[in-house]
């Protein structure tokens, strides 16, 4: 679960600017590695973070603390999802994903991913198969979701 921030603060709408579902997005080789390096190193348990861009290509990865410290759910620690929002505010950036992992599976978003979607942004699950881990995204929207396409570049 990550909280709403752009209710009670307008400032922070300027974040979702792109409100229309991605079809893609472009992230590398790095930026990947470093979602799985930090979702790896907190298994068993849920890990998560955001990601930082614009149209649709990601520039930074921020990794979040999981406050849930649980294996089948998160909720990003509310402060360091404010300094993160702070960062992508000042950065001139847009938040354009949240990944989270799933270290016992589905490989695919939860109810409770679909019940909490409260941004217009990618969901990237990272999920471990046996040892490897694989990343997919995911659009929410309405209660229903759709594949997005993680072109690594
Ligand atoms: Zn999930």
Redesign the pocket.
């Known amino acids: 679960m990550i909280l709403d921030y752009t209710a009670q603060t307008p400032k922070y709408a300027a974040l979702f600017r792109t409100k229309l579902l991605m079809q893609s997005i472009s992230l590398t080789k790095d930026q990947l590695q470093k979602m799985v390096a930090h979702v790896n190193l907190h298994t068993p348990m ?1 890990a998560c973070g955001l990601l930082a861009g614009l149209n649709s290509k990601v520039e930074s990865v921020l990794e979040v603390t999981n406050q849930a410290q649980s294996a ?3 909720v990003m620690d509310p402060i360091e999802q404010l300094k993160a929002f702070e960062w992508i505010e000042t950065n001139g950036l847009e938040l354009i994903g949240i990944f ?3 270290p016992v599976g ?1 490989e695919t ?2 109810p ?2 679909i019940a909490e979607a409260s941004y217009a942004v990618v ?1 990237v ?1 990272l999920t471990q198969v046996e040892d490897a881990w694989s990343a997919r995204g995911f659009w929410i929207e309405n209660g229903a979701f759709c594949e997005v396409r993680l072109q690594i570049i």
Do not use: G, K, N, T
């Open positions: 849920e089948v759910r998160f989270h992992s799933h589905p978003v939860s409770a991913d969901h699950i």
